[in-house]
């Protein structure tokens, strides 16, 4: 334990009006999460409807406090023009809480654009950040390694790589405690000049940066440990995290067969229960945090029930309470990453010392 | 049964000096394939390298023939350039065997770019085709739905996505004997509008074709039978199709050990073989047909050993017996792409009946 360890109850504000089963499940949630965590709760969103939702509970002696916003960004809403026209969308409002300093976190089940622009408007990048990334580490069958980005980046250039791969190094070590991380490009080939124009673009600027740049991995070694850190862009990260998911819902009911003869169902839904939490990476800690904006955010699933909403809340107190913002920056401060660009079919023209 | 089916003995050029384990496992391989199914075989290479191989086996009542070729390409040289410095080229010898009218098939283990290349270089492409592509169906979990590209393009433009509809289209037809298949573009989202850009503008141009085309479905759908084609560039659909192989891996893995206490290692041992078979596509095949280019053509991997030879070349074989060419040129004539461009943000002015 450190000294630098917030020691305050940490103050989450919660997007109320986010997610498929706003309000109530995130309201459900919350409860769940105070009792078991102690956190203090700020619930943003319309009034009416959250009170109406407190009703259930007996909340009199919880540390739950409301801030009313008038508006909600809807799924299928471009996040960008909805956040124009919406300045008091519960999400922006949650926001500016943490702006304030009235609030350490911000946790929203809501659309990830939605949260990852108003994060970025309201809070702020991190000094060297161009592009905040959600990543997260693999699950059981990768436990040394963390992937960027794994959503909301679709279309990337190669110094947004060059980014995810920064935030992924500082990420490993901090959350997986690994002192100099492998970073590796995901790639449909190991030798450096495979891949797509992205990835070979990428390579080269990875290859004169201070990064512990390992080279390329194939999609058979994501799940071997071979990097610490795998990088590609949130499109791929999209669907491998939910290829994943798919491909380990196949296996799990393809067992529930193959495995009748031998097993009580009991036993074989114990297995499917693990197999579940392993391929379920996203699942397991019910989203992702927001890394690179100058404060504490999570997005979870528009999915998540009140379980993930708890589960979410207890990510970003302990979060705060390591002190993870701080300590990125700080760390984000000591990467020398010195890119000179040797190719005229680079996007931009950078000369960086920190992307 | 229809007339059409080639009653012919079948003639297969082998690359003999493709692949990781050339020439001998090819060869192997190869004399394997002649005792299984009787196809006759025109083994391409280094003369002198395949006699000595011969040596291993009693050929003399084979239907058995070597054509010497003096050059041969090595993995890591680039494609392109390797076949204009090596006219001579075992690859490219055994596609003029096809030209020719000497050989009714291609079988080679060697650098898949330079099988394609070797094959578009001397067979060409058939009309209405750009961009030939090698697609397969997706296995004992989804038994109804192929995937193209999986591999040899890696960098597409939106009408090389509708280009693998195509093909998968007929693919799905003829070799699923799905009679409208359903078409589907692999997105981060359900939604029109869901995708990187290569994604949302290939959306634009699908909805606009005459093929059976249901929108996007995300990676958790893949193995879910949501669609008969499912489109993806060949970057993702490579890093797809080994990282399916490597999840595989890992849960063979982990169900070793727990299953450990239940089963007997022969039960366990069962089990694993069961679902490596299931994730591990391209290995089960042994490698993919090429589609589009004028002829048939099969490209194996690298890592390909002798029953993978033999089966490359039974693949072949049924795909020649089956006059899959032909019906593949028939079924592309029948298909009206009509594609009207609207936006001016694609890559390439098309106004085309048939990509």
Request: proline share 3%; hydrophobic share 45%.
């Amino acid at each position: 334990m450190t000294s630098d360890i917030n020691r305050d109850p940490v103050r989450v504000a919660i997007d109320v009006m986010g997610g498929d089963y706003a309000p109530r499940e995130i309201v459900k949630g919350a409860i769940q999460a105070v009792g078991q965590d102690g956190a203090e709760l700020i619930l943003v969103g319309s009034e009416d409807a959250i009170l109406k939702e407190l009703e259930r509970y007996d909340v009199s002696a919880l540390p739950v406090r409301v801030v009313n916003a008038s508006e909600a960004i809807r799924d299928g809403e471009s996040p960008v023009a909805a956040l124009r026209q919406k300045p008091d969308a519960s999400v922006l409002v949650a926001m500016r809480l943490v702006k304030e300093g009235q609030a350490d976190a911000v946790v929203s089940m809501g659309h990830t654009g939605a949260v990852m622009v108003s994060a970025i408007k309201i809070l702020g990048k991190l000094e060297g950040i161009k592009r905040p990334s959600a990543g997260s580490f693999l699950g059981g069958f990768a436990p040394n390694t963390v992937a960027f980005d794994l959503g909301p980046n679709a279309d990337c250039k190669p110094r947004d790589l060059v980014n995810f791969a920064v935030i992924g190094s500082v990420v490993a070590r901090k959350l997986l405690h690994i002192n100099n991380p492998t970073i590796a490009l995901l790639s449909n080939g190991s030798e450096e000049g495979k891949g797509n124009k992205l990835v070979r673009e990428t390579y080269q600027l990875l290859k004169q940066s201070s990064l512990n740049f390992i080279g390329n991995v194939e999609g058979n070694n994501i799940l071997q440990g071979k990097a610490n850190v795998i990088v590609c862009d949130g499109f791929i990260g999209n669907i491998l995290l939910k290829f994943c998911e798919g491909l380990g819902n196949s296996t799990i009911e393809w067992l529930r067969t193959r495995l009748g003869k031998y097993l009580t169902q009991k036993e074989i839904d114990a297995i499917g229960n693990d197999l579940f939490a392993l391929t379920h990476i996203a699942d397991v800690g019910g989203g992702a945090m927001i890394y690179g904006v100058n404060g504490v955010v999570w997005v979870g699933h528009g999915r998540s029930k009140a379980p993930e909403v708890a589960e979410s809340i207890r990510q970003t107190k302990l979060a705060v309470e390591a002190n993870f913002l701080g300590e990125l920056k700080s760390e984000l401060g000591e990467i020398a990453v010195k890119i000179q660009i040797t190719g005229a079919h680079v996007y931009e023209p950078v000369n960086i010392k920190l992307l």
